[in-house]
């Protein structure tokens, strides 16, 4: 299965592009504008593989958490290239997505983005030999609710990642283990190995068939909070302004 996915949740544009869990290629590039650097990726990957979109059989987008522009963008692209060939689709969180890239280690894992105002989004995952699981729900809170949360799995070794590192959280430095600058973005392979076990599971419950729900118009940004816009003007009323 080939699988083209992206993500602009974040600081970066990326796409990845691979052979079922297999990567043949991946590009990123960190951008202020993503709606500009995002399709020419994805248009130099195809190229550079010798593929073209009718090639594809599966199109993956983060979702969510992240910046409400990003999110938009990275699903409206995948939306507009599944359009046309009525090629599959699957939305993934972009938090998940960056745990992914530590199947094999073992440990606590906690991506998380900004959320301003003090904020991150964030949630927990365990890692191990036989791949990450998920310990929280995505959310956004306090930097002092993500360590709170983190007590509640004790000895673990913790790998930070994202936005900010350990020095960010008033953590337990002994658990605290480095973490290789390439895995600290988002990674569109990881949302593309994600995908890949969503359509397998799903086609296993089909008999083989991937099943309705996973098309272009079902496709669609997860947001945690309200856009800033809407935080100020709500503010602005209750202020009598």
Known sequence: MKILAVDACSKTAAAALCEDRALLGEFSVKTGTHSAALLPLIEKLLEASSLNVSDLDLLVSTVGPGSFTGVRIGVSTVKGLAFA????????????????????LSG??????????????????????????????????????????????????????????????????????????????????????????????????????????????????????????EQDREERLAAGK
């Open 85 to 104: 060939g009525k090629t599959p689709c699957v939305g993934v969180s972009t938090l998940e997505a960056m745990a992914a890239q530590f199947a094999g």
């Open 108 to 229: 606590l894992v906690v991506p998380n983005l900004d959320a301003r105002r003090g904020l991150v989004y964030a949630a927990i995952f365990r890692s191990s030999e036989n791949g990450v699981v998920r310990l929280t729900e995505d959310g956004q809170i306090s930097s002092e609710e993500l360590v709170s949360a983190l007590g509640e799995y004790p000895g673990e070794p913790v790998y930070f990642t994202g936005d900010y590192g350990a020095e960010h959280f008033a953590f337990d430095a002994g658990r605290v283990r480095a973490v290789p600058e390439r895995l600290k973005a988002v990674s569109a392979y990881g949302a593309a190995v994600l995908g890949y076990e969503i359509i397998s599971a799903a086609r296993a419950q089909n008999e083989g068939d991937i099943p309705d729900g996973f098309s272009d118009a079902a496709l669609a940004p997860v947001y945690l909070k309200k856009s800033q816009a």
